[in-house]
């Protein structure tokens, strides 16, 4: 049901208690697929990437209490990279970087992956990778989207470390997906060649993100109650599958496989790697998570009024806290809206 209303995740949370973030990031999910799909279809204009972007960070702060920081930098500062932004899932001594460019869905379904930076038009999916890695971070895309695809994708991405069943019945939660930045740059350089990017190749392998980043203490795929090193460790795996399935696609385009063909290589997706062949995976994926980066420190300590400059410029940095002794909330505000599959 396109543009129903569900109940905004409590502003009010019982004492010592808190709304997960898994359940924030679907109910972003959904206001994002619901604001653009009736920009799309019913009240256009759609909202642009950087009105969904600053409205999804503004629901973060909002929504996740004191379990979050966000810094949020000058348009100055971002203007050479696009508008790259960072979330931390975090314990205060270690945890995973997400380095996220964001990628609006146009009414036909398609993203501006091609998009080229600067005079000398570098990709900005070769960038994103570049900053991601000088900051600790794993290079995602976020996309956003206006339309549901049960069936097909999820059931291959399942393979690919999903943490969790939690999902809407209107399928909203497919609002914001995942995607790995590898996976993009083989894409484009396929494109580079002279083939067609395959939008819809791209976003039925893109992973809701609240299934990807669970932080629930008992998650649906767990049976007991979740320590936070627990949950930093799942969503370090969760991370790393999500990219080593990303990376493996391209040796496939290189061995010669037939373009304009997603149904063939969904076989290939099938084949899902080994997570402990780490030496395939980028250095800040390999192992278990890492511990925090000086810049992430800093930031845990500083002003969110007054942030250092980060080191990489960035829209926002977004930092949220697991540790253990901060009991969350049942999500009762969701009865009626979840559907556990
Ligand atoms: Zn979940």
Request: overall charge negative.
């Amino acid at each position: 049901m396109i543009g129903t209303a569900f109940p905004l995740p409590s502003t009010d949370p019982q004492v010592g208690q808190q709304t997960s973030l898994c359940e924030v990031l679907m109910w972003i999910a959904g206001d994002t697929f619901h604001w653009l799909h009736n920009g799309h279809h019913r009240y256009p204009p759609a909202p642009g990437e950087e009105s969904l972007t600053d409205m999804n960070i503004r629901h973060l702060r909002q929504f996740v209490g004191d379990r979050v920081k966000v810094f949020q930098f000058t348009k100055d500062q971002e203007r050479q990279n696009g508008a790259d932004w960072e979330l931390w899932i975090h314990n205060r001594t270690h945890g995973v970087g997400l380095r996220i460019q964001a990628k609006k869905a146009s009414k036909q379904s398609r993203y501006p992956f091609n998009y080229t930076v600067g005079k000398r038009n570098v990709y900005q999916c070769d960038l994103l990778v570049q900053h991601a890695l000088a900051v600790g971070c794993v290079p995602v895309y976020l996309l956003y989207n206006h339309w549901d695809w049960a069936g097909g994708g999820e059931e291959e991405a399942a393979q690919a470390g999903l943490l969790c069943d939690h999902v809407v019945a209107d399928g909203s939660h497919h609002g914001c997906t995942l995607l790995s930045a590898y996976r993009v740059q083989s894409e484009v350089g396929r494109k580079a060649d002279g083939q067609n990017v395959r939008h819809k190749v791209l976003w039925a392998e893109s992973l809701p993100w609240n299934r990807v980043l669970c932080d629930r203490r008992g998650a649906a795929n767990a049976s007991t109650s979740r320590s936070s090193s627990e949950i930093i460790s799942d969503v370090f795996a969760a991370v790393k599958e999500m990219t080593l399935v990303g990376m493996d696609r391209s040796p496939t385009y290189s061995a010669g496989s037939t373009p304009g063909h997603g149904a063939g290589e969904n076989v290939a997706h099938a084949q899902t790697p080994d997570v402990n062949r780490d030496d395939d995976a980028p250095v800040i994926l390999r192992g278990g998570p890492h511990r925090l980066p000086p810049h992430v420190l800093q930031l845990l300590e500083a002003d969110e009024a007054e942030p250092p400059a980060p080191p990489v410029p960035t829209v926002a940095t977004v930092l949220v806290d697991v540790s253990d002794g901060r009991a969350q909330m049942p999500p009762n505000w969701f009865e009626g809206c979840v559907r556990y599959r």
